[in-house]
């Protein structure tokens, strides 16, 4: 490691990396940045630890970006496939974002995405209510791809299959952008290999 922030950036987690960043943080001025951010580079591998750091990171004073650690925290447990309180998490940082708009996150898609792939029924509507009320945040390709995939899934499971097709065909070609309109970063925010499986849905709509 030779950047100054790697520190607070691991990618593995074990006994002697958590000793060292322990070490640094001791040290640091803004403990909560550290903890967070370290977390979210550990949500999705090693969610137990991600969980802990988040722990103190709720339980220290300053709350300047609670949001975005709900949002970690949503993703550390669906890792350990505790889908109910991410679900619960990601609300958390929906509810963070009405009180302080300026700093959002991809909660609003996250969460619909989430319940349209597993089929949480008890929650479409909870979800369809979401998306309404944020369609003006989208921004990059794979916030459209996401937000009309989700309308997709969730209104055909309702019976709505005409509108389901207009959905999808809008997410194929968010889907089928490879550029993201951005001079100096033409790939950021483009639809990948992580929604394959939603891809893969969709077609069922393509083709009929």
Do not use: C
């Amino acid at each position: 490691m030779s950047s100054r922030d790697d520190w607070y950036r691991n990618r593995v987690w074990n006994e002697e990396i958590a000793s060292a960043f322990r070490s640094k943080l001791n040290r640091a001025r803004r403990r909560e940045q550290y903890l967070r951010i370290q977390a979210s580079y550990l949500a999705k591998t090693f969610p137990t630890a991600a969980l802990d750091l988040l722990n103190e990171y709720f339980g220290l004073p300053n709350q300047f970006d609670h949001a975005a650690g709900h949002v970690t925290r949503a993703e550390a447990l669906l890792a350990l496939n505790r889908e109910s309180e991410a679900i619960q998490s990601y609300e958390a940082a929906l509810r963070r974002e009405a009180d302080f708009p300026q700093l959002k996150t991809r909660a609003f898609l996250e969460l619909p995405y989430l319940i349209a792939l597993r089929k949480i029924a008890s929650h479409y509507d909870r979800a369809l209510e979401i998306l309404n009320e944020r369609k003006a945040d989208l921004f990059f390709p794979v916030d459209h791809f996401m937000w009309h995939t989700s309308r997709a899934l969730i209104v055909s499971a309702k019976g709505h299959l005409g509108e389901a097709r207009k959905h999808a065909r809008a997410a194929f070609e968010a889907a089928a952008k490879d550029q993201s309109g951005f001079r100096f970063h033409p790939t950021i925010g483009l639809v990948s290999d992580r929604h394959a499986d939603a891809l893969s849905r969709l077609r069922q709509f393509h083709d009929a």
